[in-house]
């Protein structure tokens, strides 16, 4: 594999704010590896979502004051990597319902990069653009970029419908129509994409290897708050909302009591969770924990502490077709994990147990407890070394430099 030799600059349109991505997504990761691949050969610029002039007030206070004040609105995050929020009139879900306003909204953010790039010395001539989703059609051609990457990490359109699905679909078959390279995280994107673009590359998520596996390291320390539950611990780690799979964990819950069942992430409750009653089962099961957010390069900690590492999704939305962060920063962990059938997760059997039932499911956590192969640990270990954001960017970088001399001939 080619490591990036030659210069060039990227402009990334952020899926969120840099600080409130909790370090665990996927354009952060990547953003990272590539800066670091490139410095002393090019720069990065990643553009937050714009703070809004007329709704900002209410729904993004803090960071409205901050804009306004012109104070840390471009950061330098590292040698190479700059963190910049820009502002606009509106919205464009919202502006488009106003005459003229997505126009005067491209010309602000225009104005605003353009100035940028020049202080910061951004070569055009090798200026390559990076976008997520087809809401930032607008973002098209706003740099001027030499070249247009697409990275699709979700299948955005499985979660709407009606007017809004034809008009996210029109929205993504103009991206494709510019893209020059269309990235996508897993096989089920990868062959949907195909039908739609020449330009497709499959690059799923990836994982920090050498701090989750730290979780397999002596002098790691386990949180107090965990070390002193029951064991065995099962574990995940990620968001508690409604995209789990509840009749899965009440199941777990209620049939082995002695089972410590251990969350560490945000909670998300809503009026349609606390309606069913596998979830109502699951939330008053007192061997249920929940532990909450925690900081990333904690983790390992938490993880540590697990005997078995979970992923109990919903197969519905855009679970079938994704690529689990979590999976493998499990598999850095060497501990045993049991999954739903998300079809990228398959392919990672028998490394990774994955059930089609509640019932499978719990006989996989129940033979992953009886897990005595030490060998085990460590080929999960080399296969999460494979997976590496490291390598992941090294692949991104290698695929951009080729399309970029293929466009200079």
Not at 119 to 146: C, M, T
Not at 282 to 299: A, D, E, I, M, R
Not at 305 to 323: H, K
Request: charged letters at 25%; a positive charge; one cysteine or more.
């Amino acid at each position: 594999m080619r490591l990036f030799y030659k210069q060039y600059d990227f402009v990334v349109f952020l899926d969120a704010d840099w600080d409130t991505q909790g370090k665990r997504n996927r354009q952060h990761f990547l953003i990272r590896e590539i800066a670091r691949l490139s410095e002393g050969k090019g720069k990065v610029l990643a553009i937050e979502r714009p703070v809004c002039l007329i709704t900002g007030l209410f729904r993004q206070r803090l960071k409205f004051f901050r804009r306004l004040k012109c104070k840390k609105v471009l950061h330098r995050e590292s040698e190479n990597l700059f963190i910049y929020t820009p502002f606009i009139c509106l919205h464009n879900l919202l502006a488009a319902s106003v005459p003229l306003l997505p126009i005067l909204n491209r010309l602000l953010m225009k104005w605003q990069v353009k100035r940028l790039l020049h202080k910061l010395k951004f070569r055009h001539e090798s200026l390559v653009a990076w976008i997520h989703h087809p809401y930032q059609l607008e973002d098209v051609g706003l740099v001027n970029e030499k070249m247009l990457v697409y990275d699709i990490f979700d299948d955005y359109s499985s979660n709407v419908k009606g007017k809004q699905l034809t008009n996210l679909q029109q929205r993504e078959n103009c991206i494709l129509s510019h893209a020059d390279v269309v990235f996508v995280v897993s096989e089920k994107l990868l062959k949907m994409m195909k039908n739609r673009t020449k330009h497709v590359h499959l690059i799923p998520n990836g994982a920090d290897v050498e701090l989750f596996a730290k979780a397999m390291k002596p002098e790691t320390k386990i949180p107090s708050e965990i070390a002193a539950l029951p064991r065995p611990v099962i574990g995940f780690v990620g968001k508690v909302a409604a995209w789990l799979n509840f009749e899965i964990l009440a199941k777990l819950a209620v049939s082995h009591p002695e089972w410590s069942m251990v969350f560490v992430g945000m909670y998300e409750g809503n009026s349609k969770l606390s309606g069913l009653p596998e979830y109502r089962l699951f939330s008053q099961s007192p061997n249920v924990y929940l532990l909450g957010p925690k900081s990333h390069t904690t983790l390992p900690g938490y993880l540590k502490a697990f005997d078995v590492c979970i992923i109990p999704y919903l197969l519905e939305g855009q679970v079938p077709s994704s690529s689990p962060l979590k999976l493998y920063e499990y598999l850095a962990t060497g501990k045993p994990i049991v999954s739903v059938n998300i079809s990228h997760v398959y392919s990672f059997v028998p490394l990774v147990r994955v059930a089609y039932s509640a019932d499978e499911f719990e006989r996989n956590v129940e033979e992953a407890l009886k897990e005595k192969d030490s060998n085990i640990c460590q080929q999960r270990l080399d296969v999460a070394r494979k997976n590496s954001w490291k390598r992941r960017a090294e692949k991104v970088l290698e695929i951009i430099e080729r399309k970029l001399e293929e466009k200079a001939v």
